[in-house]
């Protein structure tokens, strides 16, 4: 039975999905634009930092005020309205609410929150993934303990790829490659919120119109966050990484099955079974023609001889040997889709990808020189972007994960370009999510450094 007749089924027995939304920024109101059209789904309460911010959005994406004024969650179940507050742990802790979705974007919080929700009973799908980067490992380990399921986001490209991923593999092909596109040249690492506009390809303007977060942007130029989700990636579907982060090679989407093969067949592979991430510009900063820029992709390869005839008879666009194939979907469309998380974990009891190994981190790299005294600001900021880079490489060097690199003061001289370690900073050990990712490494620190 597909997931929309499940719905529709829930719909007509009067029993809909109950959900809590945790954020009503961006991301979130793309949901919201959604669940109105949605059955079997009744978003009973939303809880942000600023409920006047998030009923302005509620009424931009087309909610009529009505809907959105219920004075409390026990009110919002008996006259299907929703209620909006500050106050996300009534929420979570609301018997009714089967499903938490949690859209802050800010990682520190997010594990609170995700942590919380499992205490409660609570499925979670988490669209912070920058929290996922740091402990998605130890979250989907806890939400088993406590008997629920913790999912990444249908929508943002990390599920996406897992999806194409599990089809590969669900088919019988082995994955040589699973990964994103995105728009890169090198020195787009130092971007900072001042220079974004101009590299992303608008103007002060039209972000200004648009209500655009300039470091939230940011955060997606400077490779930051295709680091954060390649590291979701890979934990999610055990792919390996590239050893020294990230290369972006620059290909259209008919070279993808070229450049992704292993450097001893052509490609820019160090072996078979990585995350990689495709630039959609040529190393001198030309724009590709048909580029996979908003889109994820997955090469396969064909093992077999019969296979391989396949491919060829069915028109499949391969690489010179015929072997190495890549689907893809051009575009993702963020808070659109992230019903599908919703329904698959209430419905199915299936996650749209969760952590199931420690492969990858996110390393903070210093944008410039930075001294001590300064204070790191985080993904897409003026300090530090994440590097990708392998968990045992991150563990040995004691990194510094981005996620935690938020409000931090640096302690001692760190050069451009260096990945920073907990010794470069006064950090603050009293949050959860410090003691999340401690916790972490030492539940994966004998497995990693043993098969390193």
Known sequence: MSLHAKLQQRAAEGRPIRVGLIGAGKFGSMYLAQVPRTPGVHLAAIADLSPDNARANLARVG???????AASIDEALKTGATHVGTDWQALVRHPAIDVVVECTGHPISAVDHCLEAFAQGKHVV????????????????????AGVLYSLAFGDQPALICDLVDWARTCGFPVVAAGRGHKWLPHFSASTPDTVWDNWGLTPEQARRGGLNPKMFNSFLDGSKPSIESTAVANATGLTVPSDGLLYPPASIEDIPFVTRPRSEGGVLERKG??????????DGRAIPYEIRMGVWVTVEAETEYIKNCFEE???????????????????????????SVASVALRGEATGVATCWNADVVATAKRDLAPGEMLDGEGGYTVWGKLLPAETSMRMGGLPLGLAHDVKVVRPVKKGQSLSWADVAMDTGTQAYRVRREMEQLFAAPVLKAA
């Open 126 to 145: 988490n669209v912070t993934v920058e929290a996922d980067a740091f402990c998605g490992p130890l979250l989907a380990r806890k939400a088993a303990d």
């Open 63 to 69: 909610w009529k005020a009505e809907r959105t004024q």
């Open 274 to 283: 990585m995350v990689e991430v495709i630039s959609s510009l040529e190393t």
């Open 314 to 340: 069915y028109k499949a666009h391969t690489d010179p040997s015929g072997r190495y194939f890549t689907l893809y979907k051009r575009w993702h469309l963020i808070g659109l889709e992230v019903g599908q």
